[in-house]
């Protein structure tokens, strides 16, 4: 039997496989229909498919450490009128380890669900969180990417100085913070199981110290899912990540939505994507909310993913005319 825990009000919520979280809102709702997707090296992906066939399509593509089940309360929501599909990253989640663990094999990635589950020339909303995040930026430049991205969502992510610019030790900016950062995140000891302790230091770490119990629950079941190796040799891939270039290829209506309090990526991510981005429509930033955008202001999240699916995928948004690549005034709420 599950081991259960309490979740909010005092619902239970089941630790299933791996720690995946069961039951509560926050577990993982049934696809209409998972399919295997291979990548251009031959790894297989999990792909999973909400929602009716004859819908809008929404892509999710999740951060490191995190899976399928992190969206789940957008997916939940907006599977009641668009197609929703998400899948699991290489090693994360459903999907087996791969060797090659490299930006490109990111994009390899994404553009192999795309092409798996998009007509020909059909335009989607591609929503990316953290490392979902940096998956889009990698993959900006490439035809298929191209082809099938309508409007973009970014959250909670940036394209370099991961490790300099992140404050999860409590120390002044420089070399020694950055040095026991990047011996933190890239850490090859075991998270262990999830208790009161493992739960205080990945709230500090990835989320706004507002968080509700329940969200912090739901957060560490997911990321102490995954297998350390693979979080460990993922770890290596973002300390050295640099994808400014692909910033500045990503033409595609590009909204940005910001944790205020992000420890891990900063504000100063968002802002220079927004400064960055050849077509930002707009920069939200979430007092008190910290790394995990999707999972503590879901709401939130998914009122932006149906504002751009509505102004770009399906009608003519404002800016939709731009050829010329022209970015729409930036937007900054919450300030």
């Not at 998972?34 to 951060?63: C, K, Q, W």
């Not at 990253?89 to 795309?114: F, I, K, M, N, Y």
Request: charge should be positive.
């Amino acid at each position: 039997m599950s081991p259960r825990t309490s979740g909010p009000r005092g619902a239970a919520v089941a630790s299933g496989p791996r720690g995946a979280v069961t039951s509560g809102p926050y577990a993982p709702p049934v696809p209409a229909r998972t399919l295997t997707v291979a990548s251009a090296d031959g790894a297989r992906l999990h792909v999973e498919v909400h929602g009716p066939e004859d819908a809008p399509p929404v892509v999710l593509s999740h951060g490191w450490t995190c899976s399928t089940a992190f969206w789940a309360a957008q997916i939940r929501d907006l599977a009641a009128d668009h197609r929703v599909i998400a899948y699991d990253q290489r090693g994360h989640g459903r999907s087996p380890a791969s060797p090659a663990c490299t930006p490109g094999a990111l994009a390899d990635d994404l553009e192999a669900v795309l092409a798996a589950t998009l007509a020909r020339e059909e335009r989607a909303l591609i929503a990316g969180h953290s490392m979902g995040g940096m998956t889009i930026m990698a993959a900006a430049g490439r035809p298929r990417f191209r082809e099938h991205a309508g409007a973009v969502l970014l959250c909670s992510t940036g394209s370099s100085r991961l490790v300099a610019e992140a404050r999860v030790v409590p120390l002044r900016a420089g070399r020694v913070r950055t040095w026991i950062t990047g011996r933190v995140l890239g850490s090859r000891a075991p998270l262990g199981p999830v208790t009161p302790v493992a739960r205080s230091v990945l709230k500090y770490a990835t989320m706004g110290a507002g968080s509700a119990p329940h969200r912090v629950e739901a957060c560490a079941r997911i990321v102490h899912a995954c297998p350390r190796a693979v979080r460990h040799a993922w770890s290596a891939v973002l300390a050295a990540l640099d994808l400014d270039h692909g910033v500045r290829e990503l033409y595609a209506p590009t909204a940005v939505v910001q944790g205020a309090s992000d420890r891990l990526t900063p504000p100063v991510h968002a802002r220079a994507l927004a400064d960055a981005l050849p077509r930002c429509v707009g920069l939200t930033e979430l007092p008190g909310i910290g790394h995990m955008t999707p999972i503590e202001a879901p709401e939130l999240v998914t009122g932006r993913i149906r504002e751009l699916v509505t102004t770009y995928v399906t009608g003519a948004g404002p800016g939709d005319a731009h050829a010329d690549g022209s970015t729409p005034a930036q937007i900054k709420e919450g300030a």
